[in-house]
């Protein structure tokens, strides 16, 4: 296995939690480099090739009665350096070493619960207990029943006697809660712990993730031609400009227009690109390809699906002008790499595919440069100012790689793109004259495929009903909607129906991330 980082490195075994990225990201907040790998993949040498200083085994829905449930591998025990169990994580730790599980009848746990100290200090507490308990999140069908030989008690909640446990010799640890999510209010002071014990120095810092990413950038192209598909978005953005400062000219940047970005992007990709980096840059105006192709589409997965394949298709042809090009650049993150796997060892299910994961072709002859891959959104926009990269660029809310075409369900077409282009830059300004851009994740219009009745002037009017999102989130993997004042909103909705023609009604999307999705196709 080629190792990705010179840097003291952390091992999470995934077992399908729905959240072990979580713990990645308060590994990463404490400067301690991780990997999350499945544990399908991880084996005897894995192990000693990885060369961990400590292991986190994360949850999952699994039971250990079920035949074939997921194991680590012995040697994991056996290599002499921390180990954290969460949850399943716990099980399977107590099952491998000689404890024992029992089936969850009538004692499943989910929700908040509060866990006491029980038998003195340990080490993976200080500082952790407020008044003599601790609010934690539990998840749990099955649990401990019986702890394995060595471990002692730590904590215990009213359904769970065993929340926390420990082999203090070994340095074995394990925990029935989940201590990543926000819901256990101190779980980082867990996760702090534990490095801290597992002698972790909190090296890997953006300053030292920005020079190795630069030399290996240049190990891995040489003197070669690199191509950097270029969104306007803060990730390829980011990708180009650290790929630019490690091999200058040799990189082109192919702006491609799908004819589905947003008011006046097209010009201030160019402008920033072109003419402040001084990257050489293609811009290439494909819509009439694109909204061609979607012509007549309403499937969100066949959009999708489509603008993928075209992307595909078009980097290839630019590709082809640009003599001598063997990589294309990417600014794919961890989250696009890494996926949870299922107990039955496949991937999640699928929600939507995302148009930068769908897996390049080989044929295309094109190898891939990511530069990104090993971090999460915060990390990437935290690398853009570690760049100089504009602070107004930096803050900007992400935007699909297929753009407007999954805010406009049903049929796309071009009068609808058009509306829907100047709603948004209408409800963009307002929210940066109320000064609520930076407190807001997302925020986006989407017009929706449905005619409604109204009346402005004396007149009747028949045009499209929008409705406006706008979210709260750390990661986009779960949101809020942001809660407006209904003066702000009453003055967007009439902004919108005076300022935009086709428009005569505007709604609010008040739907969570879950159940809802934040985009809405
Ligand atoms: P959803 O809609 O799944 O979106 O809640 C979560 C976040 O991902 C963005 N998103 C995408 N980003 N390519 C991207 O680069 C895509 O195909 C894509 N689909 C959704 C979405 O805008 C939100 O920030």
């Given amino acids: ?18 959240v072990t990225q979580l713990i990645a990201r308060r590994l990463r907040e404490l400067n301690v480099y991780c990997e999350i790998h499945p544990f399908q993949t991880v084996t005897d040498a894995f192990l000693a090739s990885f060369a961990p200083k400590a292991v986190i085994f994360s949850g999952g ?9 997921p194991r680590p591998p012995k040697s994991v025990f056996d290599l002499g350096v921390p180990i954290l169990g969460i949850c399943y994580g716990q099980q399977v730790m107590m099952h491998c070493l000689g404890g024992k599980v029992e089936r969850g009848h009538g004692t499943a746990e989910f929700g908040r619960a509060f866990v006491t100290p029980k038998n003195g200090a340990l080490p993976l507490l200080d500082g952790w207990f407020t008044d003599n308990r601790e609010q934690v999140w539990m998840s749990h069908g099955d649990h401990v029943s019986e702890i394995a030989p060595g471990f002692e008690v730590y904590g215990t909640s009213p359904n769970a006697p065993f929340a926390i446990t420990a082999d203090v010799s070994r340095n074995f640890y394990a925990v029935q809660f989940h201590p990543e999510v926000h819901h256990t209010p101190k779980g980082a002071k867990l996760y702090e712990n534990f490095v801290r014990l597992a002698g972790f120095s909190g090296d890997w810092t953006m300053g030292a993730y920005r020079e190795e990413a630069i030399a290996k950038i240049r190990a891995q192209v040489g003197d070669r031609k690199v191509i950097c598909g270029l969104s306007g978005g803060v990730d390829s953005s980011v990708a180009a400009v650290l790929i630019h400062e490690a091999i200058g000219d040799n990189l082109t940047c192919v702006f491609v227009d799908h004819g589905l970005l947003r008011l006046g992007e097209a010009e201030e990709v160019v402008a920033m690109f072109r003419d402040n980096y001084n990257i050489p840059l293609i811009h290439a105006d494909e819509s009439d390809l694109f909204l061609g192709a979607l012509d007549g589409v309403s499937d969100p997965e066949v959009k999708r699906k489509t603008i993928g394949r075209l992307f595909i298709d ?18 794919t993150l961890y989250p696009d790499v890494i996926e949870s796997v299922s107990f039955s060892g496949g991937p999640s299910v699928t929600i939507k595919s995302h148009h930068n994961v769908g897996g390049l072709p080989e044929k295309m002859g094109l190898k891939l440069v990511e530069p ?10 935290a690398l853009g100012r570690e760049l100089g990269l504009p602070p107004s660029f930096i803050g900007r809310h992400p935007f699909p790689g297929p753009g407007l075409a999954i805010r406009c369900p049903g049929e796309i077409t071009r009068e609808k793109l058009e509306i829907l282009r100047h709603a948004d830059a209408v409800y963009i300004d307002q929210i940066r004259k109320h000064n609520l851009y930076d407190e807001i994740w997302q925020a ?16 009747r009017t028949y045009d499209f009903a929008c409705a406006l999102r706008a979210v709260t989130s750390v990661d986009g993997m779960t ?43």
């Fill in 1 to 18: 296995m080629q190792k990705t980082s010179s840097h003291d490195r952390l091992l999470i075994i995934d077992f399908g939690s729905q």
């Fill in 61 to 69: 829905p699994a039971s250990v009665f079920t035949e074939g449930a």
């Fill in 314 to 331: 078009v980097f290839q042809k630019y590709a082809n002008q640009i003599d001598g090009a063997e990589f294309l650049a990417q600014g």
């Fill in 372 to 381: 990104l891959r090993e971090l999460f959104k915060d990390e990437v926009r």
């Fill in 444 to 459: 986006f219009v989407a017009i929706l495929p449905v005619k409604t009745v109204g009346v402005m002037g004396d007149g």
């Fill in 479 to 521: 949101a809020d909607y942001y809660p407006f004042t209904h003066e702000f909103l009453g003055e967007t909705a009439t902004r919108i129906i005076n300022e935009v023609k086709g428009i005569n009604r505007v709604t609010y999307d008040i739907t969570s991330k879950p159940p809802g999705t934040i985009e809405w196709e």
